[in-house]
């Protein structure tokens, strides 16, 4: 199935993304950021319910300045004493959380809408892109913070040090060729209360005629992936 999630990624649809068992246990939406429409975030928003992100390059987040929040939040902490113990690390699915700032782009009004969010998010995968091929931009002349879409910053060795959501649709991304920045949303059920079960996203998968595909799989085909990359520069 990765190869079907490749080339939905390469045509700017969407994949359904499932981590893993032993972790979140849950399926999020993963969509091209460059390719996000507003019909695609009242999509995520109506069939996943989750958060709507945008996870982002490693690379690009350091070329556009763009911090972890806790580092935010610990640097503001010199000052207000209490948002260090408010920011302490204490997760129970990983060792630390992948989110950054929030932000709405400039040309939006509230920034909640449909049309806003997918204006932001577009915007936000189209500089990642110029800035991944050698390219300078200055984040801040487009974008505000805080905002409606929340960045999330994959870790520096995508699937070796950290492997969330956030790194698995980078990676799956990276592999397909394109920008590497991804609109994720967590799929969760009403009925439950809970995420939604892996059986039930599948369900939703082939109905929809959307690819569905592992976190195993995903790791196994971008180690493969780099591993070959690393050879054609030795």
Same mark, same amino acid.
């Given at each position: 199935?990765?190869?079907?999630?490749?080339? *939905?990624?390469?045509?700017?649809?969407?994949?359904?993304?499932? &981590?893993?068992?032993?972790?979140? +246990? /849950?399926? !999020?939406? #993963?969509?091209?950021?460059?390719?996000?429409?507003?019909?695609?975030?009242?999509?995520?928003?109506?069939?996943?319910?989750?958060?709507?992100?945008?996870?982002?390059?490693?690379?690009?987040?350091?070329?556009?300045?763009?911090?972890?929040?806790?580092?935010?939040?610990?640097?503001?902490?010199?000052?207000?004493?209490?948002?260090?113990?408010?920011?302490?690390?204490?997760?129970?699915?990983?060792?630390?959380?992948?989110?950054?700032?929030?932000?709405?782009?400039?040309?939006?009004?509230?920034?909640?809408?449909?049309?806003?969010? *997918?204006?932001?998010?577009?915007?936000?995968?189209?500089?990642? &892109?110029?800035?991944?091929?050698? +390219? /300078?931009? !200055?984040? #801040?002349?487009?974008?505000?913070?805080?905002?409606?879409?929340?960045?999330?910053?994959?870790?520096?060795?995508?699937?070796?040090?950290?492997?969330?959501?956030?790194?698995?649709?980078?990676?799956?991304?990276?592999?397909?060729?394109?920008?590497?920045?991804?609109?994720?949303?967590?799929?969760?059920?009403?009925?439950?209360?809970?995420?939604?079960?892996?059986?039930?996203?599948?369900?939703?998968?082939?109905?929809?005629?959307?690819?569905?595909?592992?976190?195993?799989?995903?790791?196994?085909?971008?180690?493969?992936?780099?591993?070959?990359?690393?050879?054609?520069?030795?």
């Amino acid at each position: 199935m990765i190869d079907e999630a490749l080339k *939905a990624f390469r045509r700017g649809e969407p994949v359904l993304i499932y &981590d893993f068992d032993h972790r979140e +246990g /849950e399926t !999020d939406i #993963a969509i091209p950021a460059v390719n996000v429409s507003h019909q695609d975030v009242a999509m995520m928003r109506i069939d996943g319910g989750g958060l709507i992100c945008v996870a982002i390059h490693p690379i690009a987040a350091d070329k556009l300045q763009i911090p972890f929040m806790h580092d935010v939040l610990a640097a503001a902490g010199e000052k207000m004493p209490y948002l260090l113990s408010l920011s302490r690390n204490d997760i129970k699915y990983d060792s630390r959380s992948s989110f950054a700032v929030w932000v709405n782009h400039r040309d939006t009004f509230t920034g909640i809408t449909d049309i806003d969010r *997918a204006l932001t998010i577009r915007r936000v995968g189209e500089v990642v &892109d110029m800035v991944m091929t050698n +390219g /300078e931009f !200055d984040f #801040a002349s487009e974008f505000r913070s805080p905002g409606h879409v929340a960045l999330l910053r994959a870790a520096v060795n995508l699937t070796y040090d950290r492997v969330g959501q956030t790194e698995l649709s980078v990676a799956l991304a990276e592999m397909a060729g394109i920008s590497p920045a991804v609109a994720i949303c967590e799929m969760l059920d009403a009925e439950t209360g809970k995420a939604l079960s892996k059986e039930k996203a599948i369900e939703y998968a082939e109905e929809r005629g959307i690819p569905f595909v592992e976190g195993d799989e995903i790791v196994e085909y971008y180690r493969d992936f780099k591993e070959v990359k690393v050879k054609l520069f030795i």
